[in-house]
């Protein structure tokens, strides 16, 4: 059973464009929300990272907006650049499981110029 | 730091061959992990450990086998694979420092293809 729903599966952005990655997630017992970015041939690396405490997080061009009433959580990339055409992940996990995440399927991002 | 470490990178079995795939850390992380990841599936986890010694079932555990006998190596073997078993194994690992937002560090992949 899918716990984490992300979508689009596939996004196509202009250079400069913002990208929106969007996600559900279902067990209310979830208090830990990263982001993992993957390039092809490579492993998934932690992007950024928010805990339901705060609604939005923002690391240079990356931020996180976190609804914890709809239960969503979503990664905006601001002025989107060719570099960041990759796969997204979102994933959460419960407080206390040992860092057990649940990811989303991903997004593929591709950014044109 | 050379961070984990996965081997091998590559390789072809055919069906009911059996093969082990060895994942290495060197930053004495407690928490290690294997993953598999398919088209349109995401990451899904196949089991876990949680220290030397440990190993516990994830969401997809069926058909592998684990073992922990060093802090830093963490094995997944395949006793007679099926092509149902062709995808991309990735091993993370990650501390128990919570404070450190649980962040795993993972591996570049072994690409498995059964024939």
């Known amino acids: 059973q899918q716990q984490v729903k992300q979508s689009p599966q596939s996004l196509i952005v202009q250079k400069g464009g913002i990208s929106i990655i969007n996600c559900a997630y279902e067990?209310?017992?979830?208090?830990?929300f990263p982001w993992y970015q993957q390039f092809p041939g490579k492993g998934p690396a932690l992007l950024i990272a928010i805990r339901p405490d705060v609604s939005e997080k923002k690391e240079g061009r990356f931020t996180i907006s976190f609804n914890k009433s709809a239960k969503q959580f979503s990664l905006h990339i601001m002025d989107s650049q060719p570099g960041d055409s990759a796969t997204y992940f979102c994933?959460?996990?419960?407080?206390?499981?040992?860092?057990?995440?649940?990811f989303g399927t991903g997004t593929r991002l591709q950014v044109t110029l | 730091n050379a961070g984990v470490t996965q081997t091998p990178k590559f390789r072809v079995l055919k069906t009911g061959q059996s093969m082990t795939l060895l994942c290495a850390q060197d930053m004495n992380h407690e928490y290690m992990y294997w993953y598999r990841q398919d088209p349109g599936m995401g990451l899904r986890l196949i089991h876990y450990?949680?220290?030397?010694?440990?190993?516990a079932k994830g969401e997809v555990p069926d058909g592998y086998n684990v073992s922990r006998l060093k802090k830093q190596n963490f094995l997944l073997g395949l006793e007679s694979a099926a092509p149902s078993q062709t995808s991309v194994y990735f091993c993370a690992s990650s501390t128990l420092e919570f404070s450190t937002y649980n962040e795993q560090f993972f591996g570049p992949g072994t690409r498995l293809t059964v024939l």
């Open positions: 067990n209310t017992a979830f208090d830990y």
């Open positions: 994933a959460s996990t419960p407080a206390g499981t040992a860092s057990k995440l649940t």
């Open positions: 450990s949680v220290g030397e010694g440990t190993t």
